[in-house]
């Protein structure tokens, strides 16, 4: 979890995610100066409730599929992520917007065989096996809960 933005992050994509209610179901639009990406994933935990090992499947979509998915009951998020670098390793920062806003995450995505990295220079909280801090729990998080883990109280 970092406190705000650092600074020399680079190639910023909106990405707007629907996670589908009671599903292990999200759909997604990255959008980026080169266009925009449409997909369909599902992100499935290897160890029950630890957000930190999954395994995700991605289905790429056509604007028109996406747009007649869309109507599936979700909740949404959307963020900003940009690249950044720390101590020579390259990580995903999310600015997240509109109810979430405030919140700052960064992450690295890791093969299985990889060893596990310490986070950015700039973290302020390692938040990797923390339930609060994954995707589908933010979408469905109350304001109530929203407040208490953005602000850290």
């Not at 499935?44 to 991605?58: F, M, Q």
């Not at 960064?106 to 093969?111: G, K, N, S, W, Y």
């Not at 923390?130 to 208490?148: F, Q, V």
């Amino acid at each position: 979890m970092l406190k705000g933005l650092p600074p020399g992050l680079i190639n910023e994509r909106v990405i707007v995610d629907h996670y589908w209610i009671e599903t292990t179901l999200r759909l997604r639009m990255i959008q980026n100066r080169d266009g925009v990406v449409y997909k369909l994933s599902q992100k499935i935990r290897l160890n029950g409730e630890d957000p930190e090992l999954v395994k995700i499947t991605n289905i790429y979509l056509s604007e028109a599929e996406f747009h007649a998915l869309s109507v599936t009951p979700a909740t949404i998020i959307s963020k900003s992520r940009w690249d950044a670098t720390s101590n020579d390793v390259r990580f995903a920062v999310d600015e997240f917007k509109g109810r979430h806003s405030g919140l700052v995450l960064a992450e690295i995505e890791l093969r299985e065989d990889e060893p596990r990295v310490s986070g950015p220079e700039y973290a302020v909280a390692e938040v990797t096996n923390a339930n609060e801090y994954s995707g589908g729990w933010l979408a469905a998080a109350s304001e109530t809960d929203l407040r208490r883990i953005i602000n850290r109280e």
